[in-house]
């Protein structure tokens, strides 16, 4: 499934042909939640030359986001790499950057951090962050999107895989997508155009084809979602450096907060895991709880 507004989707056939189609009824009560990047199977009617489709296959991932009433609503599905974009303005917010960082580990997808407005000055104390994402070996690349070759990077990076750009309002995704995707499917730009009652769609869910290969999602639900915090790793909640120290706390449901021998504060008092990220460990950690207990056990 490619493109999605409204009640009506479109779908590319292995012919590489897009056409409009309609959403499965509901089956037993619920309709089933078909977003971009789903592999679906369709059928014609013959008389009317309608295609419906008729079933969701299995995702090999997929990203949640919060629907701010403690619940998880999918947004994306088969992606293989999340890109979280930031840039010296809007000031960046690595708690956010983070959170994002854990709901790709947790959701078993790739990510990278992309700093997009490479013309600005970066302050200092963003490059350190910086430094300590690489530390962890999470890609970081540098782009610009005003200059023709300032996402030659992105580009490269996004060759044979599926992405989606998040980030904070104003960092530059529209823009990048912009300069990255190839809109040359018409027969989803005409549909687009139009919904059902014939009037212009601003809010559509979207697979790009990129230049140098590989596709972008965007949809509005994506771009500054909040990860679903109830799919995170009860153990690590997704920071990678206390997936790999946890196995040297005393206690194996160590939640590294105030546990006595814990391996993760210690390596903080070490200095060998960057402070900022331990911080931000322990705020995910008690939305990760307060959610839990209103939520009850599962
Ligand atoms: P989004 O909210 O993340 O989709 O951000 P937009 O793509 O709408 O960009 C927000 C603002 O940043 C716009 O005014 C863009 O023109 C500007 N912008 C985007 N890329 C760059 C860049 O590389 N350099 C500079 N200086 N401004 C940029
Ligand atoms: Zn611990």
Redesign the pocket.
């Known amino acids: 499934m490619i493109a999605a507004f409204g009640r009506s989707l479109i779908v590319r056939g292995s012919d590489g042909v897009s056409q409009r189609a309609r959403p499965p009824g509901r089956t037993r009560g619920r309709s089933l939640d078909i977003v971009c990047g789903d592999s679906v199977t369709c059928r014609r009617d013959a008389p009317t030359g309608e295609v419906h489709v008729t079933a969701l296959l299995p995702r090999a991932t997929v990203l949640y986001r919060s629907t701010g009433r403690g619940g998880a609503e999918s947004v994306a599905a088969n992606l293989d790499l999340l890109v979280v ?1 930031l ?1 010296p ?1 809007p000031q960046p917010d690595f708690f956010i950057a983070d959170r994002y960082l854990c709901a790709a580990a947790c959701a078993g997808l790739q990510a990278q951090i992309v700093l ?5 000055q970066t302050d200092p104390d963003i490059d350190v962050e910086l430094a300590a994402y690489v530390q962890l070996d999470y890609p970081v690349l540098r ?5 023709p070759n ?1 996402s030659a990077a992105l580009a490269a990076s996004l060759h044979g895989r599926t992405a989606t ?1 998040v ?12 300069t990255l995707a190839i809109d040359a499917d018409e027969i989803v730009t005409a549909q687009l155009a139009r919904d059902d009652e014939g009037r212009h769609t601003t809010t559509a869910a979207r697979l790009y084809d990129c230049r140098g290969g590989g596709s972008l999602i965007d949809s509005p639900g994506v ?2 979602y909040a990860p679903a915090i109830d799919h995170l790793d009860p153990r690590s909640l997704g920071f990678l450096e206390v997936e790999a120290l946890a196995p040297g706390c005393k206690f194996q449901d160590c939640r590294h907060m105030s546990e006595p021998r814990c391996a993760v504060r210690a390596a903080v008092d070490a200095g060998t895991m960057h402070a900022r990220r331990y911080e931000s460990y322990r705020r995910l950690r008690r939305l990760y709880e307060e959610l839990g207990a209103v939520r009850g056990p599962r």
């Open positions: 974009v840039a303005l997009n407005k490479q013309d600005l782009c610009e999107t005003r200059s300032g750009l980030g904070q309002s104003g960092v530059g995704k529209s823009s990048l997508i912009a771009r500054d």
